[in-house]
């Protein structure tokens, strides 16, 4: 892949929205009964959004991770840190248009009440830094 070309999508379509789920591990601390209960509210939380047919993609993430860091890669961190409280147990790609749509989806997630957060970002169609660079370069863009 060629500078020209890295970080394109469809220029002017709207990307959509990110959600990353941070928190700690909800479950713990639950009474069978309330994790049945709550098993089935995130279920049905993602079958709706899921045949909303707003969801672009989605995965839960490891919680065990490498850092990459340092001039060329040179520091390689294990995880999971410490210090951290919070991590990103995953992730949902919305096809949305706006963010009040992507944030009512967000807000109505079932775990919001075990102190999970959801970090609403939106999606760009290229990497602003590419952008800057192809502009800086005098190089035109290639779409895909």
Sequence with gaps: ?????FGMTNEGANPGYLLLFRGPDWDKGLSDEELQEVLGRVMGW???VSKS???KGGQPLARSRKIVSGKNGRVVADGPFAESKEVIGGYLMLDV??????LAIANSFPC????ISIEVRPLLAECPCF?????????TAAVA
Excluded at 1 to 5: G, H, K, T, Y
Excluded at 131 to 139: I, M, T
């Design 1 to 5: 892949m060629s500078i020209e070309n």
């Design 112 to 115: 919001l009440q075990y102190d």
């Design 97 to 102: 248009e706006t963010l009040d749509e992507a």
């Design 53 to 55: 047919g707003k969801v």
């Design 131 to 139: 952008k800057r660079a192809q502009e800086r370069l005098g190089l």
């Design 46 to 48: 993602f079958d709706g």
